[in-house]
């Protein structure tokens, strides 16, 4: 333990070191949200800019420190003075503010916040954690994520990491389980199956040796909290799964990881090497015995492959197909032998419980649902980006508070992804918890949600995320295979004005046909963006299939789009976006919209600041 | 580490199953349970004693207390459960279900109203040489569709047919693959894998596109199919079908007998309508658990019993030309003929996958009526007393059961090519690696087996015996053992580098497999025929008996012989051998020669008598004049020196041109007899169809011979008369006896040598596609395109040194003659060898007798000009 105390204080003090440094420290975003934004521009500019000045400057990459409309980030911290954060900042802008604060001095340029403490305003600028934003989140699994740097174990050790671990092995393996009980952490993954239970299995399953799984297999669309937090903060991940394979006695862990994901997978090798050297991982670990080592094994970017079965068949190297169970794979499951699979989110908040306790951790949430929750907020809302909230938050909170609210008025939120379901603003006010999300028809998932605005046609959106799952299904059992493909074919029908009213029947039967058939989760929930919109916006259905008609103008062969003269200042934005030349006209004059030539692409559309294009429902007689 | 065998008493539950109590084992699946109390639950994807799927999701079932339904085939039962299989919502959730299998599959043929009325000449749509009526489904009346609509009441479907519009894949010569009729229960995937473990078919793309196939897109051959043909017997649908018998319409008649192509003598069933074979396969409504056989029994029965070369008369030789006799004709001329040719000048040649019965009969006559031993069995071994010596160690440590091959933790595989030779016992070994059993593989070439094994050692073709000594005395070394002078005089260093260099095996790689045979608490030692075909087989099979007794006991380890044909061993047991009588009593020892004199009441020869091989390269005026032959053989040159000639065959061949009469002889579908099969049991073959026109057994051709040259001794009115003379005379029981095997052979051999003038080693493969001599290739074209006999096959090495190219011509130069062949590159060979499947015409090139003298030929190869 002796070693472990020294690593400790090393790392103490290269972090202070960093914070009270006395030359300046520039840190960057780069986490994939930032790199898709330009931060790799950024940093190259800095550099440059650095290399010129010659003066003695600390560079530091991050990872994403959630709002992702923001993005990318460029903090600037002087001597003496805390990190402030600069926002969208491009290659150009990164000049300026060097000049401005480095350089030639002044610091006018305003930042958007400040990540010193005390919370509270530091020479005029708020805290970061004070924007509309960040204010009524608790980030407890994401607190590392963008402070520090994901390749520096130092930085994370710095930050009390690994003292869940060091608690847990004092405790014992039985100990472990019960604070997890005490927590009430349930799988991150979707499902919500109370961790402590899954553990409990494992560890009382006969057979050596034993596995753990990391569940990094994130494939819902818009889903983005796995990679960010890998990508922010990989150690906490790696920590939870030595917690984790303590407890239930495995020896060898792999980490299914999506090879979409190469930053995350190019921080985890990072990450594992450093654990390594620090005694971290390997044999025996803190020298208390325990002996653990991980491999990563990419995934081809099936979606089904993150179902457990599957998963497990992909790294045995078969065909990615889920298994009927029993067995389930705490008794039988990679390589026949006990196996424990968890979501990262579930293992990134285990590190968290040992170090600040159970009851510490019970103390967010509700009643059954405790603890906090990662969600990727997207979709046609003001602010974007990745948010942790307490359980029991509502949907209110989370898009109007933290997300700001949509531009045009809201229609609908998504939750649980292809799997979940579409909830109208009667549900606004609901709880974000696992019980009231099945119990309105839709999931928690893995924790995306796609909001949806008054051009969100909801047909069309069933209609995306069906032909998702039914081209994801593995093909193996027929009601998932056949079906999904069945209600793809009707949905397309309708949404070209050719449906007729017992095509909503047939879509139901279908529902209840693959939901009860289906082999595994991939299946039995893929009906639900269609039970769900069905249930809260059959008009929609009604107006596509009696009136053909689609009331948010989306679907293509029912609308047909026109300039309104009295609006258009003929400004030619959508003269410049029209790819097909279909819109002309002087400028400063109304346009002129030839119906033949137009492809219904929807770009004019889009641009026009004056709403002076109409996308008008159009009746197919 | 010892392991204590858990003895699981397979604890008894009590179920309830739509009402009914039941006490059933713990850990069956609820369709095992219902299956058992005769509860009929629909399954379109189960396979019996495969792994659980659950695909198909049409055996859903209600259980009390449990949330939604739960597949009955994947789902294990436990105490107290109660299981609903039939409710109206589950019959609708079923229904539903096979409505979606439908709408991707053809299916007016099965909701069609007028179905049931369909007569044979209504609406047909095809103008085709058969009339089809609308039945136009290669498995109507045997489509597992049919039932399901009929059982669940299926009466439309309500999408439009989504027919997927693909090519038939046709690259596979017996059999197509629709895939426009593919319902996906993946029982074809899975029998190639799981079961068979050839692993060619798998799902390919997924989604709504997932189909079967091949991956990358091969095809069936480079994929590596075996043709085993299991995924034509389990298909449901008829996606994939066997072209034989496609439209003939459903069998009248399905029968069970034994293949003989091999010694597996694998049980099948023979599906004929009218005087017909339709296939070899499942009964049926039996797809769900078929027969497993290989190529030769699902393929080839039909195809030469009703092959249209087929003879049906006695044809006689006339000015060259053939002549159809009447039987009592060609019976009368053949007995007349044969007295002049009575004693040693008369030999007889029968065939290893004929009966015992046959074989008895065959050298009773030869012995008894011609008075000559020259009696012998096609292809016999090189070994004289190989058999003998396995009959002795079998009387004393009976053949492992096929099925128990994986009872041992190491199996032990010498120069063996069970793939191609006896796939049903490669099958078992690929199932004990499978299943985590240690395989280690010698042999002279690294071949198909050698990617089920978890060790591999080459040695030089013909070094079979160089192997097995040194393996012997690494054994000995590893194990502490006192090693005996000849021992330790192989292990003297400049001999031990002499023997890497001959042998083609490094020191290390011996003693690896030596410690991890010795590491082994029990082996299975699987010998095939670079072994037993070879002049030193009988040295080797001393070794190997040593080799099991210095590695826990000959009663722990046990030595399986691949022998080849289906009755070889049999064969040679009723007496069929120069050497021996029935029970392998001595011909040249008195008083076993007395006491068959005194069963047969004759007075009978002592001349010593010939093998085939002698006796073909005896043919002469002061030796061979007169020659029989059951079933066909090699054309050899010499038999144009016959004065007389009699073949008794299913077909005329090339061999024929020497005969001066061939008789139409039966095949094992339309006969009855016995072979003894690889594990030593006496398997009975019945026949499926009548014989056509006049063939006969070989049985009752010789009994009215005999008659004809009045003999007594052969009134014999039906075969199972000749088994029960056989069991009075020899114990086919087999009760066991001692054995006596001498310690350690000294080293004295003639093993195959190199030579600087041939300095290519041909491995040559034992052409087992034959049946009772007639060359499976040389009549059944698809036998041919599969089996790629007549190339040589050549390291790449050795076609560097040539110029010509991978699928160029090359001459052959063996000391026996030149041939010119096409030349391959084949994987797995070392630098200097070559591998050839000859065929009858190539055999010439390897040996001045009927087959070559072992498994390998030097020879030279060059360019054509």
């Not at chain 1, 000049?99 to 005390?118: E, I």
């Not at chain 2, 006796?615 to 020196?641: C, T």
Request: aromatic share 8%; net charge positive.
């Amino acid at each position: 333990m002796s070693d472990i105390l020294a690593i400790q204080k090393r790392a103490t003090e290269e972090w202070q070191a960093l914070q009270h440094s006395q030359h300046p420290v520039i840190y960057i975003g780069m986490g994939s949200c930032g790199l898709a934004s330009g931060a790799g521009a950024v940093w190259n500019s800095v550099q440059k800019a650095l290399l010129k000045s010659k003066r003695k400057v600390d560079l530091i990459k991050v990872g994403c420190i959630g709002p992702c409309y923001l993005e990318p980030f460029l903090d600037i911290q002087l001597p003496g003075s805390p990190r402030f954060i600069f926002n969208n900042v491009d290659a150009e802008r990164a000049e300026k503010l060097l000049d401005d604060y480095l350089f030639t001095g002044g610091a006018k340029l305003k930042p958007l916040g400040h990540l010193g403490a005390p919370e509270g305003k530091i020479n005029g600028t708020e805290s970061f954690w004070d924007l509309p934003m960040l204010k009524n989140q608790k980030r407890i699994v994401l607190r590392n994520c963008g402070i520090i740097d994901p390749e520096n174990i130092m930085h994370y050790i710095a930050r009390d990491g690994f003292q869940g671990l060091i608690n847990a092995l004092n405790m014992g393996a039985a100990g472990i389980i019960d604070e997890l009980k005490v927590s009430g952490l349930r799988g991150r993954g979707g499902a919500g199956f109370p961790v402590f239970r899954k553990w409990q299995f494992c560890r009382k399953a006969k057979g050596s040796p034993k596995y753990l799984i990391c569940n990094a297999d994130e494939g819902d669309p818009g889903a983005f909290m796995n990679r960010s937090l890998i990508e922010g903060d990989p150690f906490a991940l790696l920590e939870g799964m030595l917690i984790a394979a303590f407890a239930i006695g495995a020896t060898f862990g792999y980490i299914y990881i999506r090879a979409e994901y190469p930053l995350a997978i190019e921080r985890l090798i990072k990450a594992i090497d450093q654990m390594k050297n620090s005694g971290f991982l390997g044999k025996d670990i803190l020298n208390s015995g325990f002996d653990f080592d991980i491999k990563l094994k990419e995934g081809a970017g099936a979606f089904v492959c993150g179902e457990e079965t599957a998963l497990i068949a992909s790294i045995e190297g078969h065909r990615g197909m889920p298994r009927t169970r029993p067995p389930f794979p705490a008794i039988s499951g990679l390589h026949g032998k006990p196996t424990t699979i968890n979501n990262v989110e579930t293992l990134g908040t285990i590190p968290n419980i040992l170090r600040k306790g159970g009851e510490w951790y019970a103390g967010y949430g509700t009643e059954k649902s405790k603890g906090t929750k990662t969600f990727a907020l997207v979709g046609k809302v003001r602010r974007t980006g990745l948010i942790e909230v307490p359980l029991g938050t509502t949907l209110r909170e989370i898009i109007f508070d933290i997300g700001g609210g949509t531009y045009k008025p809201f229609k609908a939120v998504q939750t649980g992804g292809p799997s979940g379901g579409c909830l109208s603003k009667d549900y606004l006010d609901l709880p974000i918890d696992y019980e009231s999300l099945a119990s309105a028809g839709s999931i928690m998932g893995s924790g995306g949600l796609i909001v949806m605005d008054e051009h969100s046609c909801m047909v069309d959106v069933a209609k995306y995320f069906l032909r998702f799952t039914s081209q994801e299904s593995c093909g193996k059992c027929t009601p998932c295979r056949i079906g999904t493909r069945k209600m793809v074919e009707i949905l397309n029908k309708i949404t070209e004005g050719k449906g007729v009213m017992e095509d909503i029947e047939i879509l139901e039967n279908l529902a209840g046909t693959i939901n009860m058939g289906s082999l595994c989760g991939l299946g039995q929930t893929a009906p639900n963006p269609v039970l769900t919109t069905l249930k809260y916006f059959r008009n929609e259905y009604e107006a596509h299939i009696i009136d053909h008609r689609c009331p948010a103008a989306v679907c293509r062969d029912l609308v047909e789009y026109r300039v309104i003269k009295e609006k258009c200042t003929g400004c030619q934005r959508c003269v410049e976006v029209c790819p097909t030349g279909a819109i002309t006209g002087p400028r400063s004059e109304p346009h002129n919209l030839d119906p033949e030539k137009c492809i219904k692409c929807r770009a004019c559309y889009e641009v026009c600041r004056f709403d002076a294009i109409a996308g008008d429902a159009i009746v197919i007689e | 580490m010892t392991e204590v065998i858990e003895k699981k008493k397979i604890k008894k539950i009590s179920i309830t199953i739509d009402g009914k109590s039941m006490m059933v084992s713990e850990g069956i699946t609820i369709l095992e349970a219902a299956r058992k109390a005769g509860i009929y639950i629909p399954t379109l994807c189960y396979l019996d004693n495969l792994p659980h799927y659950g695909g198909c999701r049409l055996c859903m079932v209600e259980i009390k207390n449990s949330k939604g339904y739960q597949t009955a085939c994947t789902t294990p039962v436990c105490q107290g459960m109660e299981i609903i299989t039939k409710t109206a919502d589950l019959q609708i959730l079923r229904r539903d279900i096979l409505e979606l299998i439908l709408s991707e599959h053809t299916f007016t043929c099965l909701i069609c109203k007028d179905k049931n009325d369909c007569s044979e000449y209504m609406h047909s749509t095809r103008k085709v040489g058969v009339t089809t009526g609308c039945n136009f489904c290669t498995r109507n009346g045997d489509c597992e569709l049919q039932d399901l609509v009929e059982y669940l009441e299926l009466k439309d479907v309500r999408f439009p047919i989504a027919y997927r519009g693909l090519e038939p894949v046709k690259d596979n010569p017996f059999y197509e693959l629709d895939y426009n009729l593919c319902v996906l229960c993946g029982r074809c995937v899975r029998i190639c894998n799981e079961e068979r473990n050839s692993g060619v078919l798998a799902f390919v793309q997924r989604g709504n596109a997932t189909l079967v196939g091949t991956a990358f897109l091969e095809s069936q051959k480079d994929a590596g199919c075996e043709y085993c043909g299991a995924c034509v017997d389990v298909c449901p649908t008829g996606s994939i079908a066997e072209k034989m018998g496609s439209w003939v319409g459903c069998p009248d008649n399905s029968t069970i007998t034994t293949c003989v192509l091999c010694p597996v003598g694998c049980k099948m069933n023979v599906n004929s309508k009218g005087n017909r074979i339709i296939n070899v396969g499942p009964e049926p409504g039996k797809r769900t658990a078929p027969l497993q056989l290989c190529v030769r029994g699902k393929f080839v029965p039909g195809d030469i019993v009703h092959h249209p070369d087929r003879i049906n008369k006695p044809l006689l030789k006339k000015e060259n030309r053939w002549v159809e006799i009447a039987w009592d004709d060609a019976i009368r001329y053949i007995a007349r003929n044969l007295e002049k040719y009575k004693g040693s000048q008369f030999g007889m040649i029968g065939s290893a996958q004929d009966s015992i019965e046959n074989n008895y009969i065959l050298q009773k006559f030869t012995r008894k009526v011609m008075k000559s031993n020259n009696v012998d069995l096609l292809f016999s071994y090189p070994g004289k007393n190989l058999l003998k010596k396995i009959h002795e160690y079998y009387n004393a440590f009976p053949p492992i059961g096929l099925n128990k091959i994986e009872s041992a933790d190491t199996i032990f595989v010498i120069g063996s090519q069970a793939y191609s030779s006896h796939p049903i016992v490669e099958n078992r070994i690929r199932k004990a690696y499978k299943n985590g059993k240690q395989v280690v593989v010698a042999h002279t070439h690294n071949n198909r087996t050698a990617d089920f094994s978890n060790l591999f050692v080459n040695f030089n073709p013909g070094k079979e015996y160089s192997f097995l000594s040194m393996l012997m005395a690494y054994i000995s070394v590893v194990l502490k053992k006192r090693l005996p002078d000849s021992v330790r005089e192989l292990l003297e260093n400049s001999n031990q580098r002499k023997l890497e260099r001959i042998g083609g095996f490094r020191m290390e790689e011996i003693e690896q497999f030596a410690r991890t045979l010795v590491k082994s608490r029990k082996i299975n030692i699987i010998v095939g025929e670079w072994i037993l075909r070879s002049p030193e087989s009988e040295n080797s099979f001393n070794l190997l008996i040593n080799i099991s007794r210095l590695l826990g006991g000959l009663e722990n380890n046990r030595v399986l012989f691949l022998l080849d044909e289906g009755n070889r061993y049999g064969g040679t047991l009723v007496g069929i051998h120069p050497d021996y009588f029935a029970g392998f009593a001595r011909v040249h020892n008195r008083v076993d020669h007395n006491k068959w004199a005194g069963l047969w009441n004759t007075k009978l020869p002592h001349q010593k008598g010939l093998s085939a091989n002698e006796m073909i390269k005896n043919i002469s005026n002061d030796g061979i004049r007169a020659l029989f032959v059951m079933g066909d053989m090699p054309p050899h040159k010499n038999l144009a020196d016959l004065e007389f000639m009699v073949q008794q065959n299913m077909f005329l061949s090339q061999t024929s041109d020497y005969a001066n009469i061939v008789l139409p002889l039966c095949s094992f579908t339309e006969t009855e007899g016995h072979i003894i099969d690889v594990e030593r049991s006496l398997k009975k073959f019945t026949p499926v169809i009548k014989p056509p026109g006049l063939a006969r057994p070989a049985w009752a051709t010789m009994q009215e011979i005999a008659e004809g040259m009045r003999q007594d001794g052969f009134g014999y009115k039906r075969a199972n008369m000749i088994l029960s003379e056989i069991k009075s005379v020899i114990d086919l029981s087999f009760s066991t006896a001692e054995f006596e095997s001498k310690r350690l052979m000294s080293v004295n051999r003639t093993e195959h040598r190199k030579s600087n003038k041939f300095p290519v080693q041909v491995i040559i493969e034992p052409n087992h596609f034959h049946y009772m001599g007639n060359l499976l290739s040389a009549l059944i074209p698809d036998m041919k395109a599969i089996r790629e006999e007549s190339v040589l096959f050549v390291s790449e090495k050795l076609l560097r040194d040539l110029t010509a190219r991978d699928g160029e011509k090359v001459r052959l130069i063996t000391t026996f003659g030149k041939k010119v062949f096409k030349v391959k590159i084949m994987s797995g060979l070392n630098g200097k060898a070559a591998y050839i499947k000859p065929t009858w015409d190539d055999l010439p090139l390897f040996s001045d007798g009927l087959s070559p003298e072992r498994c390998v030929v030097n020879a030279k190869i060059e360019d054509v000009d």
